[in-house]
């Protein structure tokens, strides 16, 4: 089954107001006319206002780093899906590595967070993968169904209809290190194989990215692989030409 690949900027502690009009002006002239693939970006939520004019006009979708499992009331400091939905934001990454170490996140919570998103109508985009340590050892697929596991045991498989899943091993993060192809793959293939003993209809169209030092040059190859649906992307997202060459990559790859 053909999926439609989806790439999407993580701009994680990043940028200003005009850092982001200017950003997005960049990504509306490199990427006019590339339609074989979805774009999203996820600017800090204090500039989805600005993000969300700035885009107007455009085939790119916005989304956001991380939301609260309530939806209102005394919360301080959190952020609902109501209010992401409210600037128009669809692609909503849940369980990044970085939330789960400095924000001591666990799989359970990730699931509650899951759940707020599917009952909003929001796309949740769950991070999953292994450290350098557990990779090592040999645990990157039982680490892999662990955090995919706490999912389907609160929700069912089929909450993954319509998500996204991005698989990124904390290793490759931040580190120019990525994975190679043979090895994302592998795991891509796992984690399919693996929601596909639940449901194979779900398995076929869930999305599954690949993050972890993603960049222009590494793109094409990594998605020549047939379980790498697209990219979550960092520091390659930062900057107009790099991110719109992976994306071209991808619409080329999957076309
Ligand atoms: P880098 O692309 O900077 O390695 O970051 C990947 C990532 O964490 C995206 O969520």
Known sequence: MARRPLVMGNWKLNGS???????????????????????????????LAEAESALAGSAIVLGAQNVDVNVQGAFTGDISTAMLKDFGAKYIIIGHSERRTYHK???????????????????????????????????TEEVCARQIDAVINALGVEAFNGAVIAYEPIWAIGTGKSATPAQAQAVHAFIRAHIAAKSQAVADQVIIQYGGSVNDA??????????????????????????????????????
């Open 105 to 139: 996140e666990s799989d359970e919570f990730i699931a509650k967070k899951f759940a707020a998103l599917k009952e909003a109508g929001l796309v949740p985009v769950l991070c999953i993968g292994e450290s350098e340590a557990e990779n090592e050892a040999g645990k």
């Open 218 to 255: 590494n793109a094409a190859e990594l998605f020549t692989q047939p379980d790498i649906d697209g990219a979550l992307v960092g520091g390659a997202s930062l900057k107009a030409p790099a991110f719109a060459a992976i994306v071209k990559a991808a619409a080329q790859a999957k076309a």
């Open 17 to 47: 107001k005009a850092f982001t009009r200017e950003l997005i002006a960049g990504l509306k002239s490199e990427l006019k006319g590339v339609e074989d693939c979805d774009v999203a970006i996820a600017p800090p939520v204090m500039y």
